[in-house]
T-cell receptor, first 116, second 116 residues
Framework: GAGVSQTPSNKVTEKGKYVELRCDPI?????LYWYRQSLGQGPEFLIY????????DSGLPNDRFFAVRPEGSVSTLKIQRTERGDSAVYLC??????????????FGQGTRLTVV | AQKITQTQPGMFVQEKEAVTLDCTYD???????LFWYKQPSSGEMIFLIY??????QNATEGRYSLNFQKARKSANLVISASQLGDSAMYFC?????????????FGQGTTLQVKP
């Protein structure tokens, strides 16, 4: 498709389990971002990739969260030992260039993660 | 650190009338960019408009315009001729240079309801 694709759209997991969330950006977009959005709040920055490398991971809340983008395209956000507080919508976005301020970021539909 | 403040949790507007959504920001960057995004109940984030800090004119995109007052650090969104489909959550966001490159910092959002 032409847009940012995130899978799964919904994920329910038990506390303590490991989850992986996938993001397929727009083809050719070098910059990829992960955000977390809690109910009624604005998206919160987690991590930003420029190509294969994490240019800024300052938003990752703790070492249970990790993200990769091995070939500079698809990215996976990995959460270990999930906690109920991790429940949120995880949004992925991509842009043609991360270093240019006026470049629009295109968002996916998000993955709704529920930890029970 | 950069910060966005949206003080209106909810707004109502009559169809076909104009509405202003408030946004104030804080940043230490000399060069920065301001975005507005719309998030309907379906969840996707839709880019509306961008304003660069050095842009001399207020940005406009169709029915959307940005009332940029740099000295007051405000970047209000004006929607003219409101339509029922404008009912959604609206987020103001900022990006910048250096450590702020690439990432968007969002406000809490404003829920807009358009009445027929």
């Amino acid at each position: 498709g032409a847009g940012v694709s995130q899978t799964p759209s919904n994920k329910v997991t038990e506390k303590g389990k490991y989850v992986e969330l996938r993001c397929d950006p727009i083809s050719g977009h070098t910059a990829l971002y992960w955000y977390r959005q809690s109910l009624g709040q604005g998206p919160e920055f987690l991590i930003y990739f420029q190509g294969t490398g994490a240019a800024d991971d300052s938003g990752l809340p703790n070492d249970r969260f990790f993200a990769v983008r091995p070939e500079g395209s698809v990215s996976t956000l990995k959460i270990q030992r999930t906690e109920r507080g991790d429940s949120a919508v995880y949004l992925c976005a991509s842009s043609a260039s991360g270093g240019v301020m006026n470049t629009e970021a295109f968002f996916g539909q998000g993955t709704r993660l529920t930890v029970v | 650190a950069q910060k966005i403040t949206q003080t209106q949790p909810g707004m109502f507007v009559q169809e076909k009338e104009a509405v202003t959504l408030d946004c104030t920001y804080d940043t230490s960057d000399q060069s920065y960019g301001l975005f507005w995004y719309k998030q309907p109940s379906s969840g996707e984030m839709i880019f509306l408009i961008y304003q660069g800090s050095y842009d001399e004119q207020n940005a406009t995109e169709g029915r959307y315009s940005l009332n940029f007052q740099k000295a007051r650090k405000s970047a209000n969104l004006v929607i003219s001729a409101s339509q029922l489909g404008d009912s959604a959550m609206y987020f103001c966001a900022i990006t910048g240079r250096g450590s702020n490159t690439g990432k968007l910092i969002f406000g809490q959002g404003t829920t807009l309801q358009v009445k027929p």
